[in-house]
């Protein structure tokens, strides 16, 4: 391990990032960042983007919710993320009666501002290099099973450790570089966050499934929030008595724009990347992963939708889960098209032919690198067939048949004993939350297709469809026979249940038997994996240790995992194909162009929007040539997470919110492609314009502190 650390260090320092490719890691920006920054137009120092041991730009950033971004924009807990991020919030508070979906909503003040139960934002307090703590007691020769036990122990004590520095605070430590380095993360979590404004459909979804990754883009893609704590600011349950959080750190806005080649950082929490992946797992993602995905959910969303059109009531209870299934769905078509068009496999079997030639070259006792590659492959081929079965049931089955989720619940609840519930009344209020955005009609239509897609295309069933086969004439009756003798098919039944449970009941219960037959076969499934897995986990990280040896003068960046990370480079626009340009930003004409009465559901425009159009109505949001911007490029490295990033100038302002990647760039998790690569966001100058114009909450605009070449516009 010692080994290895001192070469990491050696790797991280010896070269300064040139590229826009880097998902950096803030403590290191000082050593490896600041000073190619500076020279593209930065005027931070390292320190107030980071700071350890005080607070920084990077305390106006925060997790929002479980897989996105947001921003601080006031020192009154103002925050700012897309609109796509806040829908599952939105959704949870609408109703028939109150569309916020369709019609939008905005507080006039804060006593109107809507608590969001569940939603919480957490911020990142500490970062610390943990690596020869976790490291330290692990042989460097430690493989398979014993080097996971080993770490795992160690990133226990780690855990406790920062647990007992950062009292209440949320400890995470997270493997980087296929687990050669690790960081702790003390995080402080506010769950009092309350719902203050959102644009209708028309504009924060303005585009909809067609426009989705695309470039020329015109949607309004955001939403507004407020963190709320007890009295001594700290975090706090929901309460009346709480009030807005005070913010030390919060982002001003400017007003001034961007032109072509202006410089340009995001902040955020990218989900995942696979930059070190090989030709084998691109084989495993084109001929697996992503067809399937593509496929089952396809076939899923074909039916919500239907429904969704039918009934308003099923739309506001579906939307967030359409949108959700419906946004990688669409992902996994770009990447594999991205990764074929772009010939990113003949690029990763060059790399591999030169890593393993620099391998069986260098390679001393002990070191394994010339066996790296062979591990990855070996384990892939060895784990397929049982990944693409775990896979499928988890697409068709698990994330697709609700029916099971209620089940499921109940499964948990049961005491040690297994006789009795846990904690009844918490239960109960967990499926209240579940049947509040179930429609029994729809999930039956669903299961339907998804029983008949599994005994189609799964040769390893769960125990229970083995069983219907001998029990039930066709599916139909199998299908029917769930729905109509479950307790969890209906909310009133499964309330009643758990108010006179019964273990009995429950282990008869077809639905109950369903999960477990579902949850035993994936659990078997992973255990047959196990072994290959853990030969994968020690070739994938002898493999980044080898590459980051052979090419020690290069500057490399850690896989994305949600953890806080930067990007930096330039406004800038791209060529997408053989004479076609496109330009760097686009405008509220774009959104009037669009409209499309043929499509309402993607392509509607207010009339208040098409007024202030007409009117030319833009106030001081305009640019410097009239237009109302409305979108814009720049070439940075995000992927998911990074949705609700803000976007900022060289002197850390807002200039908008980073919220999806392009077209022609979708194998960017796995390749970076610097001449295609580009972010897009929404200009913080179409945001203010629709809450102050066409929001009339002028207000809060007030609240924020607005900017021109760095310095307070006057009220």
């Excluded at 990033?645 to 077209?663: C, K, Q, T, V």
Aim: net charge negative.
């Amino acid at each position: 391990m010692k080994k290895f650390s001192m070469f990491l260090f050696a790797a991280f320092f010896a070269a300064t990032a040139a590229a826009d490719e880097g998902m950096w890691l803030l403590p290191y920006l000082q050593k490896m960042n600041i000073a190619d920054m500076r020279a593209k137009g930065c005027e931070l120092s390292a320190e107030e983007i980071y700071a350890a041991d005080r607070s920084s730009l990077k305390d106006a950033i925060v997790i929002f919710g479980a897989g996105c971004t947001g921003e601080v924009v006031s020192p009154e807990g103002l925050l700012l993320t897309n609109h796509h991020c806040g829908y599952g919030a939105i959704q949870s508070l609408s109703s028939v009666e109150h569309d916020f979906l369709k019609n939008g909503f905005w507080a006039r003040s804060r006593a109107e501002e809507l608590p969001v139960p569940g939603l919480e934002v957490r911020f990142v307090r500490r970062i610390a290099d943990v690596t020869a703590d976790v490291l330290g007691a692990v042989p460097s020769t430690a493989m398979g099973e014993e080097r996971a036990e080993l770490v795992k122990k160690q990133v226990a004590e780690v855990r406790k450790r920062f647990g007992k520095e950062y009292p209440g605070m949320e400890i995470s430590v997270k493997p980087f570089f296929g687990g050669n380095q690790y960081f702790a993360f003390a995080m402080e979590v506010y769950k009092d966050i309350r719902l203050v404004g959102t644009p209708p459909n028309s504009i924060g979804k303005f585009g909809g499934d067609t426009d989705n990754w695309m470039w020329p883009r015109h949607t309004g893609d955001f939403s507004m929030f407020r963190i709320y704590a007890g009295k001594d600011n700290r975090p706090a349950e929901y309460s009346t008595k709480n009030v807005p959080y005070r913010a030390d750190e919060y982002l001003r806005i400017s007003l001034d724009g961007y032109d072509e080649g202006d410089f340009a950082m995001i902040m955020g929490f990218p989900g995942s990347t696979q930059r070190y992946m090989t030709s084998y797992e691109i084989d495993r993602m084109l001929t697996i992963t992503n067809p399937q995905r593509i496929f089952i959910r396809g076939e899923r969303q074909k039916i919500l939708a239907e429904d969704m059109l039918a009934s308003d009531k099923v739309r506001i209870q579906y939307a967030s889960k359409y949108a959700q299934s419906s946004n990688y769905w669409k992902n996994a078509m770009g990447m594999s098209r991205g990764i074929e068009r772009l010939d990113v496999k003949r690029k990763k079997q060059e790399q591999e032919r030169a890593f393993q030639q620099w391998a069986e070259a260098n390679s001393v006792d002990g070191e394994r690198y010339d066996e790296a590659l062979g591990m990855i492959r070996d384990a892939i081929a060895a784990s397929n067939e049982a990944y693409a079965a775990q896979q499928y049931l988890n697409e068709a089955l698990q994330r697709s048949v609700e029916i099971m989720t209620p089940a499921s619940y109940v499964i948990a609840a049961v005491g040690k004993k297994g006789k009795k519930l846990e904690d009844p009344e918490a239960l109960k209020e967990r499926l209240r939350g579940f049947y509040k955005d179930y429609n029994p009609a729809t999930d039956r239509r669903v299961a339907r297709r998804m029983f008949e897609l599994v005994m189609e295309h799964v040769k390893e069933l769960p125990d229970v469809f083995v069983a219907a086969e001998g029990q039930f004439d066709d599916l139909d009756a199998a299908v029917d026979y769930l729905y109509d003798n479950s307790v969890f098919a209906d909310e009133t039944r499964a309330l009643e249940f758990v108010d006179r449970f019964s273990r009995e009941r429950l282990d008869e219960d077809p639905a109950a038997l369903l999960a477990l037959s579902v949850t035993g076969k994936m659990l078997e499934l992973q255990q047959a994996q196990k072994e290959a897995n853990r030969n994968y986990a020690d070739g994938h990280r002898l493999y980044i240790e080898g590459l980051m040896r052979q090419y020690s003068d290069r500057a490399w960046a850690a896989d994305a995992n949600f953890t806080i990370r930067l990007t930096y480079g330039q406004v800038l626009p791209y060529d997408p194909a053989d004479g076609v340009t496109y330009h760097y930003y686009t405008t509220l004409r774009g959104v009037m162009e669009k409209e499309d009465p043929k499509n309402p559901t993607e392509f509607s425009v207010p009339d208040k929007l098409k007024e202030l159009y007409a009117a030319q109505d833009f106030g001081a949001y305009a640019n410097g040539r009239g237009e109302l911007p409305v979108a814009f490029l720049a070439n940075l490295d995000i992927t998911g997470g990074n949705s609700g990033s803000p976007i900022m100038n060289g002197r850390g302002e807002l200039l908008g919110l980073a919220f999806d990647g392009n077209w022609e760039a979708m194998s960017g998790d796995v390749a970076f492609e610097p001449a295609l690569q580009r972010t897009i966001s929404v200009d913080i100058r179409y945001v203010l314009f629709i809450i102050d114009k066409f929001a009339d909450a002028g207000y809060l605009v007030r609240e924020m502190t607005l900017v021109r070449d760095g310095k307070p516009v006057a009220e």
